[in-house]
């Protein structure tokens, strides 16, 4: 009798576990930028930020369609390569995800955003900004930073009007990010009377750039600006500094504007005529953003580059539109998703019917003593 009674309780602790097991549902947010090579810090900041999401979901016990959810990332690395980037992507449908925050490159985002629409998987981005990413009009993809075009005409407006520059020689990675800035840039810096005297090209795993500053140099202009990443933004003010181009003033786009920019720069004097222009606000004016950053930087110490608040709020917009639509379906909670009204740490996050970010605004910083300071 005494057998048969433990029997009868070891097995109604096994239904009562089974049962508290089928009442709990895993959630997988992908999470998509280049973990490796030159633009690894770019991605572990990405990284960081949805991470940081994660754990602050869990904490929550969020119950949605009667279930407890159980947060996870799977973090993915595309190397910055639109072959890698689009692997990834078909990896992530196949795993069925429930959404995708990514990828961090506008050359691996774009076309990895047909085959998220294709397998009807939103996806997040707070880092790629050419204007290509929301022409096709896929449901299921989507931006929350300022795009290229609010970008590159900043930085024509700025260097016309406050810098008082004349003329201009512009660079470009021939990525799709680097070349769409500079074409924004250069088409905008004309319409504004400034006269773009040189139009060089390189790539985005170049490291020699004297060629191209020494033909340059001879043009003679006030300003180059650089459309592409900070890899090779260093590089090349400490070759400007070899060639006797301190002088000249230096701009870029939100891949050139990070805090590693001073160090990959080696001391540059040409670092002190650096200005670039980021989408969002400073993380001073953020709504959330100086005590967000105490919270990472005790997380991720001297991780911090430049998008990772975006990050951990594309996942908390992900999450949003899941508990308001009570379903963690991708084609369920998408139709709230294009509803959102989001109060993050980076703004209160709304939709365009293209599905580019409401009032989307941008900052401008420079490099007083090799720090990087957004202007007021």
Request: proline fraction near 5%; aromatic fraction near 6%.
């Amino acid at each position: 009798m005494q057998l048969q009674l433990k029997l009868t309780v070891a097995a109604a602790l096994v239904a009562a576990c089974g049962m508290a097991s089928a009442q709990e549902q895993v959630v997988k947010i992908g999470s998509v930028a280049p973990m490796s090579g030159g633009q690894a810090h770019y991605g572990k900041d990405n990284a960081n930020g949805v991470l940081m999401a994660i754990a602050d979901l869990n904490k929550q016990n969020i119950t949605i369609g009667g279930k407890k959810i159980k947060w996870e990332a799977d973090v993915e690395d595309d190397a910055a390569d639109p072959k890698q980037g689009t692997a990834v992507a078909q990896k992530l449908c196949d795993m069925k995800v429930n959404g995708v925050v990514g990828h961090l490159n506008s050359g691996t985002t774009i076309p990895a955003s047909k085959i998220y629409h294709d397998c009807g998987i939103p996806m997040v981005t707070g880092a790629a900004t050419n204007p290509d990413l929301t022409k096709p009009g896929y449901k299921e993809i989507y931006r929350i930073i300022a795009n290229d075009s609010a970008l590159g005409a900043g930085m024509a407006h700025y260097a016309k009007d406050v810098l008082k520059i004349k003329t201009v020689a512009v660079i470009d990675d021939r990525t799709a990010y680097g070349q769409g800035l500079a074409d924004i840039f250069a088409d905008t810096a004309k319409k504004l009377g400034l006269n773009v005297v040189d139009r060089q090209y390189t790539t985005d795993k170049a490291t020699d750039f004297l060629p191209i500053l020494t033909a340059i140099k001879g043009k003679k202009p006030d300003a180059i600006f650089f459309g592409g990443m900070d890899p090779q933004g260093g590089p090349m003010l400490r070759q400007m500094d070899q060639l006797g181009m301190t002088g000249i003033r230096f701009m870029g786009g939100d891949g050139l504007c990070t805090v590693k920019l001073a160090e990959l720069s080696g001391g540059a004097k040409s670092l002190a005529n650096t200005a670039c222009a980021e989408g969002g606000t400073s993380l001073q004016k953020m709504p959330g953003g100086v005590e967000w950053k105490k919270r990472y930087d005790a997380a991720y110490p001297n991780q911090f580059q430049v998008y990772s608040p975006y990050t951990y709020d594309a996942t908390m917009l992900l999450a949003d539109a899941m508990k308001r639509a009570d379903s963690t379906d991708p084609k369920v909670y998408n139709a709230k998703l294009e509803q959102a009204n989001y109060k993050g740490i980076t703004s209160t996050i709304a939709f365009e019917p293209n599905h580019e970010v409401k009032n989307a605004a941008i900052t401008i910083s420079t490099y007083p003593g090799g720090k990087k300071t957004p202007l007021e």
